[in-house]
């Protein structure tokens, strides 16, 4: 099975901060990563799709990126609405796994 | 406007059986793959499988072959997911999720079902 190795599990910031979360693959996946936010009792919301491509509707302050088995989601100007928990996940082969989760906490 | 609406939550013995329901509407019954996700109490999200409501073809991770079934009505547009031998790790939401045709991702999920295994 692909591992998803994210980090950090846990980050602090402040409206306005600029934050990226990071997603390493055990192997390569190409571009077939996705981001989830996640908000408490809620189901995910899909942000990013193949890496970089940004979902209909999401704001543009959410943007992915990738380089080889490595991919980061960056928020440029954290927003309240932004507190969430993000999950990187890879879909390029069954099992589809997800990473561990980054819960994003207003410090 | 689509929407997928599970059944409600459960209450079960280790040992036993649970079998979920996932209503899909407004959209293309067959053209859309379903899959389940699940998520333990504070913990992150795992993949339990997919099925093709097309023809009605299934697959398993490995770690829930033996336990996980899948099924689809398509008369009635619901989906299924039976987990056998439940055991206290069981305890999550499970949720359905559809995959987007081209992108391949989870575009719009159930609400979740509470299953909750204890003696």
């Known amino acids: 099975d692909i591992q998803m190795t994210q980090s950090p599990s846990t980050l602090s910031a402040s409206v306005g901060d600029r934050v990226t979360i990071t997603c390493r693959a055990s192997q390569s996946i190409s571009s077939w990563l996705a981001w989830y936010q996640q908000k408490p009792g809620k189901a995910p919301k899909l942000l990013i799709y193949?890496?970089?491509n940004l979902e209909i509707g999401v704001p543009s302050r959410f943007s992915g990126s990738e380089s080889g088995t490595e991919f980061a989601l960056t928020i440029s100007s954290l927003q309240p609405d932004d507190f969430a928990t993000y999950y990187c996940?890879?879909?390029?082969?069954?099992?589809?796994?997800f990473g561990q989760g980054t819960k994003v906490e207003i410090k | 406007q689509v929407q997928l609406v599970q059944s409600g939550a459960e209450v079960k013995k280790p040992g036993a059986s649970v079998k979920i329901s996932c209503k899909a509407s407004?959209?293309?019954?067959?053209?859309?793959?379903i899959h389940w996700v699940r998520q333990a109490p504070g913990q992150g999200l795992e993949w339990l499988g997919i099925i093709n409501p097309g023809g009605g073809g299934t697959s398993y991770p490995q770690k829930f072959q033996d336990r996980v079934t899948m099924t689809r009505d398509m008369s009635t547009t619901t989906f299924y997911m039976e987990l056998s031998s439940l055991r206290s790790e069981d305890t999550a939401v499970y949720y359905c999720a559809r995959e987007r045709k081209v992108e391949r991702v989870f575009d719009h999920w159930g609400q979740g079902t509470l299953v909750t295994v204890s003696s």
């Open positions: 407004g959209y293309m019954f067959t053209r859309y793959y």
């Open positions: 996940q890879q879909y390029s082969t069954y099992p589809w796994t």
């Open positions: 193949k890496a970089s």
